[in-house]
């Protein structure tokens, strides 16, 4: 049995240091924040990490498969000003708003997939484009920022549960299981694997490619989409914001890299990017609580942010051919 | 003009026909680009016949001119298949640190442009430096670099635009006109591409920069010492997007937090559409210049019919989808 741990081990390492780094940040955090830890500061904490998090599993699910969302921002934002426009009045217009924006998530996601797969066009230039066409269907839906959500269920996400536990860190656990976990179990999502790992060798596997990526660009859609129906559960507005998309797109590739998701593709999980984008927001609550002045925060945060992505050169260490460098 | 080097066994090497010659010199990517150029331009004319006058044409070119510098190094870095996304805040501290230089008195004014430049360069070569020995991806590295020049910039303005203005030379370079009403600009943009094409295809710097976009393995094994070209090529990127930066400070006369911010992705989208590989190793500065020259008059057309802006976002992005399906296409695996 040695050999399964040592093997789980090695598979999750990116996960479990995203876990452990977090743990440690959001502990100084409570044992510094001046209230101490009770559900108010939890809630706060919860509702703007958990926002990064969803955006970071939606960009994770299109790494995995050595692509990359540079629209995830933008459907986000997309999402958000239909939200603030269609989920509100009696429940079941609210459920059916809610409907809509997942299904245009999905759909935005779909094209994604779609171009990339039959367009044959790279990720990156595919997803700017299509970015700048969410984009303006967003602006077309709000161009002035406004607009209203039910609050019953605006409330429900962003509030708590039994008086204690940040609602939306439910929401998140939800995603994990009803999303994550069944597609990193089935084989659509070892396909998704296997195809960033090689997409050759894959090809010549007969896994079945098209699907695999399909139903990641489709997902990464849907998820978006969802963290664009929270924003607008925290805001209780919308506004197409393109600062806010390019921000949120930003910052989920640098979650992604924080939870040890592998850019190249095929290795790590969306719990470890989940963590990666809660370190992210931590990072930043840290830098409050211990009084830095607002003006050298993003100074902070951009080194940070260097730091960490410079670990990743630690694996040179191992390397014993300079060859390999080079692969 | 800045053609990749082109394989040896391609037919027609011994006595080739002209036209295969002329056939093959061409390529079929930078032929569309300029093509997509006269449509946008005919779609123009129908609207108004000042979409073909002089000034216009002169005055887009002005214009066309800032993301052409931009776009310069952005090109050098996808030829070595890395990518820069620290585009938005290079160019602000470019311009930044050029109109605080010229705060300083008259060195500081003098010493302006290269002050901003050299920032660019500084920035450009940590980007190298993470990509080249950390052996990070460049899409990580540059986004980092990003931040922290992003957070540099806030503490050296107290997170505000500046206050001060730029210097005569970055204003005559940007806004005046020399020679027979050409802007400065132009002939800036005409300058930095001459020295890109020569670089690129006239020195050991630029065949080995297609060499390591096509295989870095290769390009070690043959001795080419990759490391220090990628940080030069970075190097040069930065330098060129501050660069780009100066001009925009001498353009507005001030620098401004978010002014790079609408030059990243026009200056990938310009890149692409000219007919370079996203994946490094293929493509040449002509198709560069079209795809820019595209983009400008894409973004002034739309703009000067009045379209909503939410239809000028839709119209650009279906506009650079539908190009790069005509001739952007990858090969399937089939092939």
């Known amino acids: ?19 452990a780094a977090f743990i440690v940040m959001f502990t100084i955090y409570v044992a510094n924040h001046p209230a101490g830890l009770n559900a108010n500061v939890a809630t706060t904490a919860a509702n703007k990490g958990v926002l990064l998090a969803i955006v970071a599993m939606a960009q994770t699910l299109v790494v995995l498969t050595s692509g990359i969302d540079l629209s995830v921002g933008m459907v986000m934002v997309l999402a958000n000003c239909l939200a603030s426009s269609i989920v509100v009045g009696s429940p079941a217009m609210t459920a059916l708003g809610v409907l809509g924006v997942l299904f245009v998530g999905g759909l935005a996601g779909a094209i994604n997939g779609l171009i990339v797969i039959y367009g044959r066009l790279q990720p990156i230039v595919t997803t700017i484009a299509t970015g700048a066409v969410y984009y303006g269907a967003a602006l077309a839906l709000r161009p002035v920022p406004g607009g209203d959500i039910d609050a019953t269920l605006a409330d429900a996400l962003t509030g708590q549960l039994w008086g204690a536990v940040p609602a939306s860190l439910a929401l998140l656990l939800a995603l994990v299981v009803i999303v994550w976990l069944p597609f990193r179990r089935s084989a659509i999502g070892r396909a998704a694997y296997a195809v960033g790992s090689s997409e050759v060798a894959a090809y010549m596997s007969g896994v079945p490619i098209r699907r695999a990526k399909f139903v990641a660009y489709t997902l990464s859609g849907l998820l978006a989409s969802i963290a664009g129906l929270f924003l607008t559960c925290v805001t209780y507005s919308g506004e197409a914001s393109a600062a806010n998309g390019s921000t949120y797109t930003l910052y989920s590739i640098a979650a992604v890299v924080l939870g040890g998701v592998s850019l190249f593709g095929g290795s790590g999980s969306a719990i470890g990017a989940i963590f990666g984008a809660l370190m992210f927001r931590t990072i930043g609550d840290l830098l409050f609580v211990f009084n830095v002045e607002p003006l050298w925060q993003p100074l902070f945060q951009g080194i940070v942010l260097v730091a960490a992505v410079s670990l990743g050169s630690v694996r040179l260490l191992r390397i014993r051919n300079r060859l390999d460098l080079y692969g | 003009m800045g053609d990749a080097p082109l394989p040896a066994n391609s037919s027609g090497n011994t006595f080739g026909s002209v ?95 290269p002050v901003g430049v050299g920032c660019g360069v500084a920035l450009g070569l940590v980007n190298g430096a993470g990509v080249a020995f950390l052996r990070l991806p460049s899409m990580v590295v540059t986004l980092a670099v990003n931040a922290v020049a992003q957070g540099l910039m806030v503490v050296h303005t107290g997170g505000f635009s500046p206050q001060d203005s730029s210097s005569p030379a970055m204003r005559f370079l940007a806004t005046g006109h020399t020679l027979l009403g050409i802007p400065n600009a132009l002939l800036v943009w005409t300058v930095v591409g001459i020295v890109a094409v020569f670089l690129l295809t006239r020195t050991t710097f630029g065949r080995t920069v297609y060499a390591i976009g096509n295989r870095e393995r290769a390009a070690y094994l043959s001795g080419a010492r990759t490391r220090l070209v990628v940080m030069a090529a970075f190097a040069l990127a930065g330098g060129l997007s501050a660069f780009g930066g100066v001009l925009l400070a001498g353009y507005a006369s001030k620098a401004a937090q978010a002014m790079g911010d609408p030059y990243l992705l026009p200056a990938i989208a310009a890149v692409v559409l000219g007919g370079t590989s996203i994946l490094g190793g293929r493509g040449s500065y002509l198709g560069t210049v079209a795809g820019v020259i595209l983009i400008t008059l894409l973004q002034s057309i739309l703009s000067v019919m009045q379209m909503e802006e939410f239809g000028r976002h839709v119209t650009y992005g279906v506009v650079i989808l539908a190009m790069l399906l005509i001739y952007g296409r990858g090969r399937p695996h089939s092939e």
Do not use: N
């Open chain 1, 1 to 19: 049995m040695t050999g399964d741990w040592s093997y789980w081990l090695r598979e999750h390492r990116g996960t479990l240091l995203a876990f």
């Open chain 2, 19 to 113: 036209a295969g010659r002329v056939r093959r010199r061409i390529d079929p990517a930078i032929a569309s680009a300029f093509g997509c150029i006269m449509v946008v331009l005919f779609v123009g004319s129908l609207y108004s016949t000042s979409f073909l006058s002089p000034e216009y044409l002169l005055q887009q070119l002005k214009v066309a001119s800032f993301l052409g510098v931009i776009a310069t190094g952005m090109m050098i870095v996808i030829l070595l298949g890395q990518i820069d996304l620290s585009v938005p805040w290079v160019v602000a501290v470019g311009g930044m640190m050029a109109t605080a230089a010229t705060g300083w008195g008259p060195i500081g004014q003098a010493l302006a442009i």
